[in-house]
């Protein structure tokens, strides 16, 4: 008799052992997937200044050509009239 009690305790023992592992488990996986989704976001927004930076030179450099344009129409237009 005391054998199959005995065998129950371990066999509850045991379960609850591989509940708290599972349980711990879980955690660990959860906090797997909110650093790896901080990660990502964290890569969104870098991409996002890294386009903003882009647009920004892009418009810089368009700018300089207008004025390089401008001034060498300044400077024909001197050349050609005196």
């Known amino acids: 008799m005391w054998g199959r009690m005995e ?6 023992r045991a379960g609850m052992i591989l509940l708290a592992t599972c349980c711990l488990s879980a955690c660990g996986l959860a906090d797997t997937a909110v ?14 200044q890294g386009q ?5 030179v892009q418009e810089r450099v368009e700018a300089a050509q207008r004025l390089d344009a401008e001034r060498r129409r300044d400077a024909e237009a ?5």
């Open 7 to 12: 065998t129950r305790i371990a066999m509850i």
């Open 78 to 82: 001197s050349d050609g009239g005196g």
């Open 35 to 48: 650093t790896g989704a901080a990660g990502a976001a964290s890569e969104v927004e870098a991409a996002r």
């Open 52 to 56: 903003q930076t882009e647009r920004q």
